[in-house]
């Protein structure tokens, strides 16, 4: 008699599918809108905050120092009182240097005539001369505890030059504008210096004499002898 088939062996059951891991929950952030992932990496010290905080003009806190005023972190041996005036006269001196230096590279873009190229050249060589000016008077009114002007806005009340008009003038107005910005000039540099002396502000008094009078009254010899009363040849 036939011996009865085996069953057949059962197939294996098929593995279940590996779960999906589960997603990393987002860094948590912090009351200041920064991850602490990001906090990680100020260190040991989980308290610095190494991402900028943008928008601080919103409710900023006040100025670390009002225009206007002077430090007394800066002991120079001058008074406050002394140290105010050398700022004010400053001040003034260094809107008027920013507005003589603006003026003569507008000129250098626009100069046109006969002697262009050579206008071109001085005009440019003067507004980098002047623009030194610039940054040595700005240094000590720090130097003095002040606060030094530097926005368009600020110089354009303060100074004592004439605005200058936006049209493209020929060569020898641009020449007479010039001079007229350098006596200004020279003549509040006379009378600060005077003041700053006998307040006894060497300093400032060195820098207006040895630096502002004699630059300008050099650019002011290259800039008139342009202005000739001469008759002119004309070739037949």
């Not at 997603?23 to 990001?38: D, E, F, I, L």
């Not at 002047?130 to 700005?138: E, M, N, P, T, Y």
């Not at 650019?219 to 002898?225: G, I, L, R, T």
């Amino acid at each position: 008699m036939a011996s009865p088939a085996k069953a057949a062996p059962k197939s294996a059951a098929p593995k279940k599918a590996a779960a999906p891991a589960p997603k990393k929950a987002p860094a948590a952030a912090s009351s200041n809108g920064k991850s602490t992932a990001a906090r990680k990496h100020a260190g040991s010290n989980a308290a610095v905050n190494i991402l900028p905080n943008i928008n601080q003009q919103q409710n900023a806190p006040s100025p670390t120092q009002r225009y206007g005023t002077v430090s007394q972190r800066l002991p120079i041996g001058l008074s406050e009182d002394t140290r105010q005036s050398s700022v004010t006269m400053l001040n003034q001196l260094l809107a008027d240097t920013i507005t003589l230096r603006d003026m003569y590279k507008k000129h250098h873009w626009q100069v046109v005539g006969p002697t262009f190229y050579q206008l071109h050249l001085l005009f440019d060589k003067h507004y980098e001369e002047q623009s030194v000016l610039v940054d040595s008077i700005a240094e000590r009114i720090q130097v003095l505890g002040g606060v030094a002007i530097a926005m368009a806005h600020d110089v354009a009340e303060l100074t004592s030059l004439p605005r200058v008009p936006r049209d493209r003038e020929e060569a020898p107005v641009q020449v007479s504008r010039l001079l007229d910005g350098h006596q200004r000039i020279l003549k509040n540099c006379h009378d600060y210096a005077s003041k700053a002396d006998e307040t006894g502000d060497d300093g400032t008094n060195d820098l207006i004499v040895s630096e502002l009078v004699r630059t300008n009254e050099l650019q002011v010899w290259f800039v008139a002898e342009h202005v000739v009363d001469s008759p002119l040849t004309q070739a037949e």
